[in-house]
Each structure stands twice: as C-alpha cells, then as structure tokens.
Nanobody, 135 residues
Framework: EAQLAESGGGLVQAGGSLRLSCAAS????????VAWFRQAPGKEREAILC????????ITADSVKGRFTLSSDGAKDTVYLQMNSLKPEDTAVYYC????????????????????????????WGKGAQVTVSS
C-alpha cells in the first residue's frame, strides 16, 4: 500500500526555521511528482510548493517564495520542506502529496496562476504535520 508520512512539525518562534520530512512507502518518488500543501484553521488547503511532472521544475507559491524550499534524498526516498523566516501566519497543518498518475503519463501536474499554485489532483496524501509559529 502506498503511503506518505510527514515528520518534523512543532512549535517555533517567528523568524525561526523548521524542516519537515516526507517519507514514501509502497512507491518511490522517482515515479511521482511531489507537492507540499498546508491548511490553516478556517482556511482552504493551499498548495505551496510542487514539482511539475512534465518538466520537473519546482513551482513555489508567492506566499512562501524566498522562504520555503523543497529538496529530496533519493537514497532515502524522502522529500523535505525547509521553512525559513517563519511567520505566525505560516501556522497550519502541512501535508505532502504525490501525483503518480499524471507524472508517469508525462503530463503537467501543477502550475502557478496569479501567484497561486493550481494542481490537477494527487494520488497519495500524508496525514499532516502541525506547524505552529508563535509571535
């Protein structure tokens, strides 16, 4: 069974940094386009970083541009979300997700419109990790 598991969430002061990890099991990130999402209380889920499956470029939402980056460790089949210069408004549950179907077909999996990421759909989701930024 394909699964994603996030780790590394916690409480951090404004201006601090945190790194989330996302480990895959039952499939490999080599065969999928990964994305990071977040959902703050009372708000809709927001895609913040994604790798577009058709050209493997990383797309970043304006809300986190210049502060958050995505990286990976192929040997560990793990992706990371490095979050710097954190703000209280970054408080949310953070999810990693993977689109395997469109990636294997060579299709675009995400794009940016008006500074916001649009995506077609994800095959797998993690359960989420809470990140709380105190002021």
């Amino acid at each position: 069974e394909a699964q994603l598991a996030e780790s590394g969430g916690g409480l951090v002061q404004a201006g601090g940094s945190l790194r989330l990890s996302c480990a895959a099991s039952g499939f490999t990130f080599d065969d999928a386009a990964v994305a990071w999402f977040r959902q703050a209380p009372g708000k809709e889920r927001e895609a913040i970083l994604c790798i577009n499956g058709s050209d493997l470029k990383t797309i970043t939402a304006d809300s986190v541009k210049g502060r958050f980056t995505l990286s990976s460790d192929g040997a560990k089949d793990t992706v990371y979300l490095q979050m710097n210069s954190l703000k209280p408004e970054d408080t949310a549950v953070y999810y990693c997700a993977a689109d395997r179907t469109r990636y294997l077909l060579g299709l675009s999996t995400c794009t940016v419109v008006g500074g916001m990421i649009r995506y077609s759909g994800m095959d797998y989701w993690g359960k989420g990790a809470q990140v709380t930024v105190s002021s």
